[in-house]
């Protein structure tokens, strides 16, 4: 009885560390894949120069000099700053984006918990990541910090709201707050998804996300222009590392949630019987990759909003269409409109 | 007016639009030259490290007129010179502060006999405080390095001066 209590606990302790550690790679990877992309978007050629023993292997080594680089350096303390809250920060940012992977279904009962709210647990994850960020701000003692800090929880409060009503159409559509059901009620290839009939709360939804996670085009909580790096402009070292990874670590976990709400999680886009049309968790990579690559391509393309603009694209733009939208939702579900509903 | 406008703007037709132009680049040939293993070509009158040439017989082309000397506009020059014991007149110190120096050529330019030349050599260090200057049996050794490059450029660059 108690070992098989201990028993549990190692067997979850170690589906953790499953997660956990290809998702640091993954976010090593995915700072190496911005620089190249972005510098390939502006005709250079990104990091090409650091590999393994004397091979150059196109610079992929480069994520791990980095990681090596940040954490052999200082970690210095701004004066007059609140040491604890300062170290909590950034582990407060990471904890709450890396606990929010527990509901994510990477394939068909492939999920460490199978929680009947996992989308609602979600949200209060991504939300709770705000705290790190004003704490941050906050305990750092520095104006830049403070301004920035300000900007990004406004801005994320904001657009929390949004995208919550963005999920309500897929609750609506999909009739279960748990994310396998939300993926199993999409089966049948791509004209089952959900982003057809929810088209513009997916628009929504994966803009929303990019101002959650405060990358560009709405990236103002950083805006190097006028705040310097904003909330983490006092960090160094492996604490600032620290928030990159979380930072990274929340824009896959959007990607990933656009592709299991809008995209059909596992599910192939062919239907039939053939191996191209089986369920496999290569599919659901490829589109989580695909919305990666779109928030690489957004940063290469656009310029940064100015703070005004974001709040009026938040509240005035964003809102009444989700909420018309939902409307139109209820109406398709309660006459069972297409393959959908 | 305004409801086409905004509605246009739905369509989000622009930001597309934005993101075809950076995706059409994403493709496009870079033009970056891996440096240390790739280099642009270099013009027969680039003018680098200095350098002392002999002649084929192994003198010593300078004569120490000093004309390089006189005509340096950053003084960055300095040579001595004494009768050698078969009558000529050499240069006993002949030395170049590579910090002072402006890599204007003007010394290569008043050089009655060719002797002091600016090489291609642009990859250079010191590794002490006090090696920034060159002094004549350095030069010398330079130069016998490159002979063969510097007459190689000097003859290909003669018939356009």
Known sequence: MIWDQIWMIIWTLLKIVAIVLPLIIVVAYLTYAERRVIGFMQGRMGPNRVGLFGFKLWGLAQPFADTVKLLLKEIIFPANANKFLFLMAPVITLATAFAAWAVVPFSDGLVLADINAGLVYILAMTSLGVYGVIIAGWASNSKYALLGALRSAAQIVSYEISMGFALVGVLIAAGSLNLTTIVHGQAGGIGHWFFIPLLPLFVIYFISGVAETNRAPFDVAEGESEIVAGFHVEYSGAAFALFFLGEYANMIMISSLAAIMFLGGWYSPFSGDSWIAQPSILWFFMKTGFFLLLYLWFRATFPRYRYDQIMRLGWKVFIPICIVWIMVVAVMKVYHVGPWF | ?161
């Open chain 2, 1 to 161: 007016m305004k409801i086409i406008k905004y509605l246009k703007s739905l369509t989000l037709k622009e930001l597309l639009n934005g993101m075809t132009v950076t995706g059409k680049y994403f493709f496009k040939r870079k033009f970056t030259i891996r440096y240390p293993e790739e280099k642009t070509p270099k013009s027969d009158r680039f003018r680098g490290l200095h350098a002392l040439r002999r002649y084929e017989n192994g003198e010593e082309r300078c004569i120490a007129c000093k004309l390089c000397e006189a005509v340096c506009p950053a003084l960055a020059i300095t040579i001595d010179s004494e009768m050698r014991e078969d009558g000529s007149r050499r240069t006993t110190k002949y030395e170049i502060d590579l910090f002072k120096c402006i890599y204007c050529g003007f010394c290569e330019e008043s050089c009655p006999v060719d002797s002091i030349v600016l090489t291609d050599i642009h990859e250079f260090h010191f590794e002490g405080k006090d090696k920034n200057v060159l002094d004549k049996q350095q030069l010398l050794a330079i130069g016998d390095m490159r002979e063969k490059e510097v007459a190689n450029a000097r003859k290909n660059d003669a018939e356009y001066r």
